[in-house]
C-alpha cells in the first residue's frame, strides 16, 4: 500500500483564519445589520496600479497574434524581468545579476519550493511569533525545527542564540506578524553567525516596499557577507497589490555554496525540472511594476495602506497602549490588556465595537498576549475602527 508523508500528521490544524471567519459568521447572523471593520486581513483592498493594468492588456493583446504570441516561458524568468529585477538592486547600490534573479509565483510557493535544496537533516530555526508557512513547511519536509522566541523586551528582534545548530534560518524583516524591522547592525550579527556557523539564511522580504526609515536594510544584500549566507525571496502581493495576480522573486548570489554545492545552479536545475515559467502576461504587467511611473503608483498605494497604520496607531497611542510596528510595516502589533488573553480581546473588540483583528496566538506560543491589525483595509473602515479603538476600555 502507498505510505504517506507520516509528516502532514505531526502538523497543528491551521486553526486561526478559520477560527476567525467562524466567530465573524456567528456574529454576522447574530447581527445582520451591523457593519464590521476589517483589521484582520493580511490581503490587500486596492486594485492593481493602472500602470500594470495597461501592461496587463497589452500582454493579452500580443497573445493574440502570431508574431508576439508567447508560448513557455524561460523557467527561471523572462530576461525583460529578470533584468528589472536586478536593475531595482543595483538602483540602491546593491550587486545582483540577472542570472541571480528567479521568478516564482509568489513568495509562499517559493518558501515551500526552495527547502528542496536542503537536506532533511538540516535544523530550521524559526523565531517567533513568526508566518505560519515556516514551521509547517518545515514539519512537512521532516525537519527539526528550533523556536526562537522574542517578546517586547528585545522589541521582537532576537539576537543569534549562542551554542545552537541552526542551519537553516528564517529571518522575516518587516516582520508579519510584528512589524518589527532588523536594522543592519542586529541584521549583520545574524550574516555573521550564519557565515560563521555554515547556515543559511532565508530572508523574506514581502513587506521591504514599507520601509520609509532610508537607515534600515530592505535587502539582506545590504549587509557585508550576505552573499555567502543568504537568499532572499520577495512578492510583488503587498508591494503592488498582486496578491490575486501572482508574482514573486528570490534572489540567490553565485557566491552562496555549501559542500562544493551552489544553490543558484541547483536551484536553476530545480525550476528547469519543476515548472515551465510563470505566465508570459502575469511577467509584463510585474515588469510595469519596475518603471519609473510604477514606482510612483505603488508609493501612493502604499501611502494609502500607511495612512491606515498613522490611524491606528495615533488611536493607541491615545489610549497609551503599548505597540510595535506599523511605522515601516504594514502591520501593527500591539500588547493586549491585562484582563486578557489574545483570542478574549478578539472576541471584545468584534462585540463591543464591530473591529476584526488576528489574535497573536496564532502566530506562536510568544505570540500569546498580543494581537495584529493590518493597515490593509478600506481608509474610512480604519478611520471609524480608530476612532473606536480610543472609546473603549481596557481594564477592570
Ligand atoms: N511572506 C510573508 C511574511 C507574508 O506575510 C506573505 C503573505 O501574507 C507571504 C510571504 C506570501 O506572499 P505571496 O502572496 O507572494 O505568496
Redesign the pocket.
Known amino acids: 500500500m502507498t505510505a504517506p508523508n507520516q509528516n502532514y500528521a505531526k502538523l497543528n490544524d491551521s486553526y486561526l483564519f478559520y477560527n476567525i471567519s467562524k466567530k465573524v459568521a456567528a456574529y454576522n447572523s447574530a447581527h445582520p445589520d451591523k457593519h464590521l471593520y476589517r483589521l484582520g486581513i493580511?490581503d490587500v483592498s486596492l486594485p492593481l496600479p493602472e500602470v500594470v493594468i495597461k501592461a496587463l492588456h497589452e500582454a493579452v493583446d500580443d497573445q493574440a497574434e502570431k508574431q508576439t504570441f508567447h508560448g513557455y516561458m524561460p523557467e527561471c524568468g523572462a530576461p525583460f524581468l529578470r533584468k528589472a529585477i536586478a536593475a531595482h538592486y543595483n538602483k540602491r547600490g546593491i550587486h545582483i545579476e540577472e542570472n541571480e534573479v528567479f521568478v516564482s509565483s509568489?513568495?509562499?510557493?517559493e518558501?515551500g519550493d526552495i527547502l528542496d535544496l536542503f537536506d532533511k537533516r538540516n535544523t530550521a530555526l524559526i523565531m517567533e511569533p513568526a508566518?505560519p508557512a515556516y514551521v509547517d513547511a518545515n514539519i512537512m519536509a521532516g525537519r527539526k525545527i528550533i523556536r526562537l522566541p522574542s517578546g517586547i523586551e528585545n522589541g521582537f528582534l532576537p539576537e543569534p542564540p549562542q551554542n545552537t545548530q541552526a542551519d537553516i534560518i528564517y529571518i522575516?524583516s518587516p516582520n508579519?506578524p510584528t512589524g518589527a524591522v532588523f536594522d543592519r547592525e542586529k541584521l549583520q550579527k545574524w550574516v555573521d553567525f550564519a557565515n560563521k556557523n555554515g547556515s543559511v539564511i532565508i530572508f523574506?522580504a514581502?513587506y521591504e516596499a514599507f520601509i520609509e526609515d532610508s537607515a534600515l536594510p530592505r535587502s539582506i544584500f545590504e549587509i557585508e557577507g550576505a552573499r555567502t549566507c543568504a537568499i532572499e525571496i520577495c512578492?510583488l502581493?503587498k508591494t503592488a497589490g498582486f496578491?490575486g495576480t501572482r508574482l514573486?522573486y528570490t534572489i540567490i548570489p553565485k557566491e552562496l555554496k555549501r559542500h562544493n554545492m551552489s544553490f543558484n545552479d541547483m536551484w536553476v536545475r530545480n525550476r528547469t525540472t519543476k515548472t515551465n515559467g510563470v505566465s508570459y502576461i502575469i511577467q509584463k504587467g510585474a515588469a510595469a511594476v519596475f518603471t519609473p511611473e510604477g514606482e510612483e503608483q505603488i508609493k501612493a498605494n502604499i501611502g494609502v495602506y500607511k495612512n491606515n497604520a498613522k490611524m491606528i496607531m495615533n488611536a493607541l497611542d491615545k489610549v497609551g497602549i503599548w505597540y510595535t510596528g506599523g511605522k515601516n510595516s504594514p502591520y501593527v502589533w500591539m500588547k493586549v490588556p491585562d484582563n486578557f488573553d489574545s483570542w478574549g480581546f478578539f472576541d471584545y473588540l468584534l462585540n463591543e465595537a464591530g473591529i476584526i483583528g488576528t489574535p497573536g496566538a496564532g502566530f506562536g506560543g510568544c505570540g500569546e498576549g498580543f494581537f495584529r491589525f493590518s493597515a490593509f483595509g478600506d481608509p474610512e473602515d480604519t478611520k471609524e475602527a480608530a476612532k473606536r479603538l480610543t472609546g473603549l476600555v481596557y481594564s477592570d
Do not use: F, V
Not at 509568489?106 to 510557493?109: E, F, I, N
Open positions: 493580511g509568489g513568495a509562499s510557493d518558501l508566518y522575516c508579519n523574506d514581502a512578492s502581493s496578491t514573486g
